[in-house]
């Protein structure tokens, strides 16, 4: 814009004494600057407007590729939920199971003490009873050997 308005200047110095074909020259030449300026914002126009069609274009893609995933994936978990749902009923199984067992392991837990003072209690007794055999079988057989003895002293065979 400034090359034009200097030549204009230009023409404007000479005065009238500018020739009809000076001035013809001048404004053509100005004309085609103009023309040259208004084609490369019409180039940059196109070029801004081809690159919005091709985002907006690219972004519709994006859009329709998202709501695709997200669909799919509302699929996917409509069909974790119907495998998850037999898993809930037999973890409600469990937990009534463990209601029931966990009264059952209460009372052993309070047994315990007791059956294990009746079991020290029993091997006492079993002990004494065969230390009782031992000493029993032992006695029989030193009443046998006395009354072999007495019998074979008194000449009895």
Same mark, same amino acid.
């Not at 091709?54 to 995933?69: F, N, P, S």
């Not at 003490?113 to 055999?133: C, E, Q, R, W, Y």
């Given at each position: 814009?400034?090359?034009?308005?200097?030549?204009?200047?230009?023409?404007?110095?000479?005065?009238?004494?500018?020739?009809?074909?000076?001035?013809?020259?001048?404004?053509?030449?100005? &004309?085609?600057?103009?023309?040259?300026? +208004?084609?490369?914002?019409?180039? =940059? /126009?196109?070029?801004?407007? #081809?690159?919005? %069609?091709?985002?907006?274009?690219?972004?519709?893609?994006?859009?329709?590729?998202?709501?695709?995933?997200?669909?799919?994936?509302?699929?996917?978990?409509?069909?974790?939920?119907?495998?998850?749902?037999?898993?809930?009923?037999?973890?409600?199984?469990?937990?009534?199971?463990?209601?029931?067992?966990?009264? &059952?392991?209460?009372?052993?837990?309070? +047994?315990?003490?007791?059956?294990? =003072? /009746?079991?020290?209690?029993? #091997?006492?007794? %079993?002990?004494?009873?065969?230390?009782?055999?031992?000493?029993?079988?032992?006695?029989?057989?030193?009443?046998?050997?006395?009354?072999?003895?007495?019998?074979?002293?008194?000449?009895?065979?």
């Amino acid at each position: 814009m400034e090359l034009i308005k200097a030549e204009f200047r230009e023409l404007g110095q000479r005065g009238d004494s500018m020739a009809a074909d000076d001035v013809d020259r001048a404004t053509a030449h100005a &004309i085609g600057q103009i023309e040259g300026t +208004i084609a490369g914002f019409k180039n =940059t /126009l196109e070029h801004f407007a #081809n690159t919005w %069609a091709e985002q907006d274009r690219q972004a519709t893609t994006g859009r329709r590729e998202l709501y695709r995933k997200i669909d799919e994936m509302s699929r996917e978990l409509a069909q974790v939920g119907e495998r998850v749902k037999p898993l809930a009923e037999l973890w409600r199984a469990f937990e009534d199971f463990k209601a029931r067992v966990n009264p &059952i392991i209460d009372t052993v837990e309070r +047994i315990e003490p007791i059956v294990a =003072t /009746l079991d020290a209690a029993h #091997n006492k007794t %079993a002990g004494a009873a065969s230390a009782s055999a031992i000493v029993g079988k032992g006695l029989w057989a030193l009443t046998l050997i006395a009354v072999t003895a007495l019998l074979t002293k008194v000449g009895w065979k």
